[in-house]
């Protein structure tokens, strides 16, 4: 079994930063990429930025040069740094790790998410 745990999230006023971090842990031989997604009240689940075992990562163009998602790989473990935060970027955070099982192949954990709320 894997866990896939959250933490960092709260509340920032507008412009602040807050950084975000995800540890996966319990059975883990390879992960094949990580990911942060968030959704708001109301509104669908979107990918935030997402980062392969090979280091390339991907941006939400709302995010892009306001958010880096990094990785320490002996700790299993992802980071999401959120700098100039807007009111829009309220929701709660989910953490994505893809486990590559080899010939048992891949399989998605999710986190139960932290909040994260911006104040204008």
């Known amino acids: 079994q894997v866990q896939v745990v959250e933490s960092g999230g709260g509340l920032v006023q507008a412009g602040g930063s807050l950084r975000l971090s995800c540890a996966a842990s319990?059975?883990?031989?390879?992960?094949?990429?990580m990911g942060w997604y968030r959704q708001a009240p109301g509104k669908q689940r979107e990918s935030v930025a997402t980062?392969?075992?090979?280091?390339?990562?991907n941006y939400a163009d709302s995010v892009k040069g306001r958010f880096t998602i990094s990785r320490d790989n002996a700790k299993n473990t992802v980071y999401l740094q959120m700098n100039i935060l807007k009111s829009e970027d309220t929701g709660v955070y989910y953490c994505?790790?893809?486990?590559?099982?080899?010939?048992?192949?891949?399989?998605?954990?999710w986190g139960k998410g932290t909040l994260v709320t911006v104040s204008s």
């Open positions: 994505k790790a893809v486990l590559n099982y080899g010939l048992a192949g891949l399989v998605t954990y």
């Open positions: 319990g059975s883990i031989s390879s992960i094949n990429a």
């Open positions: 980062i392969t075992s090979g280091g390339s990562t």
